[in-house]
């Protein structure tokens, strides 16, 4: 499993803020990922479904 879940301070668009479980790519796992910002459009056209797809909902 890549992920772990962490509590995290999330910035919101008004100003304010708020903690929310995140996952997090395990530390021996961080070499799978770019070291560039989140970009949400991109998630949204081609990222979201593959990442949907390998969560473990049970």
């Known amino acids: 499993e890549f992920y772990q879940k962490e ?32 970009d949400p459009v991109w998630f949204l056209e081609y990222g979201m479904h593959e990442f949907l797809a390998g969560l473990d909902v049970s």
Not at 13 to 33: H, P, S
Request: net charge negative.
């Open 7 to 38: 509590m995290a301070e999330c910035d919101l668009t008004d100003g304010g803020n708020i903690t929310a479980w995140v996952y997090v790519f395990k530390e021996r796992y961080r070499n799978l990922v770019e070291n560039e910002p989140w």
